[in-house]
């Protein structure tokens, strides 16, 4: 039988420390989201600033070059994949909390550090930059598994789905934050420069994108106290470390229990197996190999935005040519732009998602929006070259915010759930955070290489690749495999606690060749709940 802190905390009524948890764990996402969107205007800043030259003649002029952009968003993205790997380990063998803090405080400081970014010559700039940049994605990966798992280990069996991805629609906030702050510092600095010329790029913009970059840092900050004050999760302090009455002790914070009543519970035996052993593999490789693989194939589709966003930027309907806008308002109206597209399709997705996730469930949500990325991509890419090369009109945008939309209302959202639902205790935040690296490397892959591999950008210095029409078309064909995969391998773990979900596996196998041949396995219920599996 589970123990009885753990059964009440399933039970128990959404109280105000939850909404305070969804705040506090999701501030590191709010912090990813604010940097990811705050860099395409800054990029356009720099461009102004480092890439004004007499040599940079045409559309290369006020461009950053194509090697610099691949490796400063490379760079970020291959911080997180070990932030993920490090800081998941960690937060298993000791404690979420331990480490919790420190994430936080390593993405503060390399916020500050991106700002800061030493001297003022471009080659020094640039590097420091991506140094910074990957400390802040060390920060950023780290938080990730440790959020998840936190809130799914605070939360009920009924809620829970919703709580995760509360944390995770942190991003929203960030995301809105970002271009607030970005046109607002813009507007500033562009009236106390007295509205230069667009041929002239004031000295004051070289301060404008560093203070963009540290402010995102103040909402970090102000939460390190409270994220500190949070007490370890009981199924951490009950099951890893064996603990019951401290565990009780921590959670008459949260919630109304008598430690009277289960001092003298006994703790089941626990198991003797390792991560890297053949019963973990038998027992929960299916689920890894889920939750890795989904993640990793809606990365690749999701950060490979940036093929859309290159068309939506050179549109003279969206945003006014360079030559005819000061650096200011450039970055102004990116950051608008950005803003609109959010509001419009990103955002309602986060909330879609946290009304349905547990109304729905994971498996369904995560397949309906793997489909409708996959139309979105075929409806782009198929006739891009005969239609939307020279018609990016409001068709165009619709389509674009389509497959953002039910990115976040779909996998984009579900592949951050449902790892911390799955595996026991002593696994759960470490087989996050291989969840989330495996993503993280699909990033790399969607937004550096098919990037290069479009052959989009030739004009500033990007190399003839398949084209657009071939690469949109292979993403809508992973967003299809992404289908498959969910539906064969994907469990449901709506409405059951963790124990439930974590012990399943002890009942039906992992097998994935199983899984293939009897997909309904993957959708079994089963009413144990034992300890940690």
Not at 55 to 66: C, F, I, P, T
Not at 372 to 387: D, N
Not at 446 to 456: K, R
Request: charged share 15%; glycine share 10%.
């Amino acid at each position: 039988m589970a123990l009885k802190v753990l059964s009440d905390l399933d039970s128990a009524r959404t109280q105000y420390y939850h909404f305070k948890a969804i705040i506090v764990a999701g501030m590191g996402l709010f912090t990813d989201a604010y940097d990811l969107f705050c860099i395409p205007p800054i990029m356009r800043l720099l461009g102004r600033i480092y890439y004004g030259d007499k040599k940079y003649k045409g559309d290369r002029l006020y461009e950053v070059s194509a090697v610099v952009t691949s490796v400063m968003v490379g760079t970020a993205l291959l911080g997180t994949v070990i932030g993920q790997l490090v800081f998941g380990y960690l937060g298993d063998r000791i404690g979420r909390r331990r480490v919790y803090g420190l994430a936080l405080m390593l993405m503060v400081l390399s916020s500050i550090g991106c700002g800061l970014s030493l001297s003022t010559s471009r080659t020094f700039v640039l590097l420091s930059l991506m140094f910074f940049r990957f400390a802040l994605g060390v920060g950023i990966g780290g938080d990730y598994p440790l959020s998840a798992t936190i809130m799914s280990e605070f939360s009920n069996r009924k809620t829970r789905g919703a709580f995760i991805a509360a944390v995770f629609s942190m991003q929203g906030f960030g995301i809105l934050v970002s271009c607030t702050v970005t046109m607002i510092v813009c507007a500033i600095f562009n009236r106390a420069s007295n509205y230069p010329a667009p041929d002239h790029t004031p000295e004051s913009a070289d301060l404008a994108w560093r203070l963009i970059l540290m402010i995102g840092a103040v909402p970090a900050g102000l939460t390190y106290y409270w994220r500190m004050m949070m007490p370890e999760t009981a199924r951490y302090t009950a099951l890893v470390e064996r603990n019951v009455i401290q565990a009780v002790k921590d959670m008459q914070k949260v919630l109304d229990v008598s430690l009277s009543q289960i001092a003298e519970e006994s703790l089941p035996s626990p198991p003797s197996y390792s991560l890297f052993s053949k019963e973990f593999l038998r027992r929960h490789g299916r689920d890894l190999f889920s939750c890795a693989a989904n993640w990793f194939l809606v990365d690749v589709v999701f950060y490979s935005s940036n093929l859309f966003q290159s068309k939506i930027y050179e549109n003279d309907s969206y945003l006014r040519p360079k030559g005819k806008v000061n650096a200011f308002e450039d970055a102004f109206q990116c950051a608008k732009l950005q803003a609109i597209i959010a509001i419009c399709s990103t955002i309602p997705g986060y909330y879609a998602t946290v009304y349905f996730i547990d109304r729905v469930g994971r498996v369904k949500i995560q397949i309906l929006g793997f489909f409708f990325m996959a139309l979105g991509m075929f409806a782009i890419g198929i006739p891009y070259y005969t239609y939307w090369d020279k018609h990016a009109n409001i068709g165009f945008m619709f389509l674009y915010g389509l497959t953002f939309f039910f990115s976040n209302f779909g996998p984009n959202t579900t592949t951050f759930i449902v790892p911390a639902e799955l595996f026991p205790a002593r696994f759960r935040s470490t087989c996050h955070g291989i969840s989330g690296a495996a993503g993280k490397i699909g990033a790399i892959i969607g937004s550096v290489g098919f990037l290069w591999a479009s052959g989009n950008e030739t004009k500033n210095g990007y190399t003839k690749g398949i084209g657009m029409t071939a690469s949109l078309v292979i993403l809508g064909g992973i967003c299809i495999l992404g289908m498959i995969v969910t539906y064969f391998f994907t469990r449901e773990t709506k409405g059951r606690s963790l124990e439930e979900n974590e012990n399943e596996d002890e009942t039906t196998g992992t097998c994935i060749l199983r899984s293939f041949t009897n997909p309904c396995i993957c959708r079994q219920g089963s009413n144990n709940q034992v300890g940690d599996a």
